[in-house]
């Protein structure tokens, strides 16, 4: 007869599940609770100790973790020598493994639940059959989850549970123990917390700290003000990702996940100023993130104003004896040293995303001037700005900039022509000074043409549309310089 091991926390569909594989001669081996709940179905079932010849001890600690246990599950019935080495050993294989893990998850969510009632529901058996049986699925059937026990037994009377629906079954299986197993660290590091809310306030939220590096929003010192929002967490992020990209003194005013202002200036205090008057109106209740040590100065300018977070690498003494005197204002510092190869995650239903951060930079070399006219010094440095604030800012993006500051900027347009226009609405300034950034090519020239009636010059953009030459001829006709980057930068 063939084998089965059968360890659950979770019972549902358990009855049918076992009837089904004694219907089709297999013989049920089990432990603990999931043995008294096999007896109480009238269903015939052996405790593991009579393939070990060794009762549970530690109360229950160590049951399976034994050869005959994992002998039986892991020798490779293909390989003469495993299966020479089971019958020297007395040893007899097992053929299917049915376990779902202790509810760590469950357990840790309850209120005031104590580090040994978390210790005690850390699975160690479990896990480590599971992983046995998966990394055997060419001799061995895994089920993790009960959902799955109709379709076995089906497809064991069917005669068709071949390798590749194995192969669906480990993969399962490891994707569950990974998931148990990053549990398990953020509790015991307390990367779990509970916000108050959400995006909104009738959806719950909760922060998971993956990450004890000082260099992340979530390990940042908080100085001062209260909790930080779900929406503080986003926005502080997306203001500290685009300071961190500048070595000169730079500030960035964040809303909603997109820049309203950035300035950059010979100290600190003229680089907030500059962000500042951006847009003044958009920075009412933002976020700022600065990447030098705020001074007293500059702080008098942060406290003059709303501000939900300020974020920078340091505040000196002076500086915090101005931001303090608002109690709500939240401080954090934070090291701004860059991660080479950071990552960025992202929820979708089913699942989330993972790609690597967008570190594309400007390089001289890259930069193709298409145009018959060609940037000035000036309008160069404000390029170099605009294209890297252009990264940061939602799709569609357009970028108006000057040497020093933004001027305006069209974020999260479904064309290109609405967000240049939102961004000449609320432009600080237009003329031969200001550049314009735009973050993918394009596709025909109305983009230019609104440009140059505004007064615009200047224009770098990836390239790479198949009509690109007709924005370029509309360049050269009315005497403005147009770069190519080679490298689109779309957020969405």
């Known amino acids: 007869m063939k084998k089965a091991l059968i360890s659950v926390s979770d019972k549902s569909g358990l009855e049918a599940f076992v009837r089904g594989l004694v219907r089709n001669d297999y013989e049920i081996y089990s432990t603990g609770g999931t043995k008294k709940a096999i007896e109480s179905f009238g269903v015939a079932v052996k405790g593991v100790d009579a393939l070990t010849d060794f009762e549970e001890i530690m109360d229950g600690r160590v049951k399976t973790l034994h050869p005959a246990v994992h002998g039986g599950i892991l020798a490779d019935r293909d390989n003469p020598e495993h299966m020479e080495e089971l019958k020297k050993n007395g040893i007899e294989t097992i053929d299917l493994v049915a376990v779902n893990l202790y509810p760590f998850k469950e357990t840790v969510r309850k209120e005031e639940v104590t580090e040994n009632e978390a210790v005690e529901n850390i699975d160690i058996g479990g896990p480590t059959m599971l992983r046995a049986a998966a990394k055997n699925f060419s001799h061995v059937t895994t089920v993790v989850d009960p959902e799955d026990y109709g379709e076995v037994i089906q ?4 005669d068709t549970l071949d390798i590749t629906y194995r192969r669906g079954l480990m993969i399962k299986v490891f994707s569950h123990t990974n998931d148990y197993d990053q549990a398990i660290v953020n509790h015991f590091s307390q990367a779990e917390e509970a916000l108050r809310y959400g995006e909104n306030p009738h959806q719950t939220a909760r922060l998971v700290r993956t990450s004890d590096k000082h260099n992340t929003i979530l390990n940042a010192d908080v100085l001062h003000g209260k909790a930080l929002s779900y929406n503080n967490l986003r926005d502080a992020d997306a203001a500290f990702a685009l300071a961190k990209k500048f070595d ?3 500030a960035v005013a964040v809303k909603h996940m997109n820049p309203c202002g950035v300035g950059t200036g010979e100290t600190v205090a003229e680089a907030f100023k500059n962000a500042h008057e951006a847009d003044s109106q958009s920075i009412f209740g933002g ?10 100065e500059t702080a008098e300018q942060l406290h003059s104003i709303f501000l939900e977070v300020i974020i920078a690498p340091s505040f000196n003494e002076a500086a915090l004896e101005v931001l303090t005197q608002k109690k709500n204002v939240r401080l954090l510092e934070v090291d701004f040293h860059e991660d080479e190869h950071a990552e960025e995650f992202v929820s979708v239903s089913g699942g989330y995303l993972v790609q690597s951060e967008d570190t594309g930079s400007l390089r001289e070399e890259d930069i193709k001037v298409v145009t ?4 000035t010094r000036d ?5 170099a700005l605009a294209w890297e604030v252009a990264k940061h800012v939602k799709s569609n993006a357009i970028v108006l900039a000057n040497d020093r500051q933004t001027v305006g900027i069209g974020a999260g347009q479904m064309n290109r022509v609405g967000a240049l226009k939102i961004a000449i609405e609320r432009a600080l300034e237009l003329g031969d000074n200001v550049v314009m950034a735009s973050d993918g090519f394009f596709p025909m020239p109305d983009t230019v043409e609104l440009a140059h009636e505004h007064g615009i010059k200047s224009i770098i953009q990836p390239g790479g549309s198949k009509r690109d030459q007709e924005s370029i001829d509309y360049c050269d006709v009315h005497d403005m310089a147009m770069v190519v980057t080679g490298m689109r930068h779309f957020k969405h």
Not at 155 to 158: A, D, L, R, S, V
Not at 287 to 296: C, F, G, Q, R, W
Not at 379 to 383: C, F, N
């Open 379 to 383: 309008q160069m440095k404000a390029m």
């Open 155 to 158: 497809k064991i009377e069917e």
């Open 287 to 296: 976020i700022v993130a600065l990447n030098k040590t705020v001074d007293k």
């Open 248 to 250: 000169m003194p730079a």
């Open 372 to 375: 018959k006219a060609s940037p």
